[in-house]
């Protein structure tokens, strides 16, 4: 997932759980900072030990708070959520639609109801701009942003480890498509 972010942005992971993605994309200095997101006490502690053990208290904000309410407005220019159901990744967008002003990239990782994102995204003007589906122990892994070449390396939530995975590839990512009405 890491290679997928936008280098030198501001990374907001929702549900950061152990904040490892957060750590990796600032250590490895492809983005600027971060803010790690988890609406539950134990996860959000973990968080917190995760930062402070890396040295990383400068660069990263870990906040306890529900989906993007942890955000202020175009905050962050990357918003990772996943290892959720779809049902509420859609909700988490739907509750924080006022803290996206349309130019962050959002890497969405369903595990399941997949449609259900897709649904969101389209009622609400996003285009999938790509996708890859990878596998991961036996397991079939999908949404991820790609625009590099086809043997990425990716980060696994499970194991805090940044891996090459075999991969089934059709290419992804979610950004914001502008309408145009000129």
């Known amino acids: 997932m890491a290679a997928f972010i936008p280098a030198g942005t501001v990374l907001a992971d929702i ?3 152990h904040a490892y993605l957060p750590v990796f994309c600032v250590k490895d200095g492809s983005v600027t900072a ?8 134990g996860p959000y ?11 990383l208290t400068e660069k990263i904000s870990v906040r306890k708070g529900d989906g993007l309410e942890i955000l202020a407005p175009g905050e962050a220019g990357c918003i990772t959520i996943a290892g959720m159901g779809g ?7 739907d509750r924080g639609k006022a803290k996206l002003n349309g130019k962050e990239t959002l890497i969405l990782q369903p595990n399941t109801g997949s449609h259900i994102v897709r649904g969101w995204l389209a009622e609400n003007g996003w285009a999938i701009t790509g996708e890859d589906i990878l596998e991961e122990d036996g397991k079939i892994d999908g949404w991820r942003k790609t625009d590099g070449p086809s043997q990425e390396k990716t980060f696994s939530r499970k194991t805090g480890k940044y891996t090459k995975l075999s991969r089934q590839s059709t290419r992804a990512a979610v950004s914001r498509s502008r309408k145009r009405n000129a």
């Open 34 to 41: 971060a803010v790690a997101g988890e609406v539950a006490e």
């Open 87 to 93: 049902a509420l990744i859609a909700s988490i967008l």
């Open 45 to 55: 502690h973990s968080a917190q030990k995760q930062v402070e053990k890396a040295g």
């Open 15 to 17: 549900g950061s759980d």
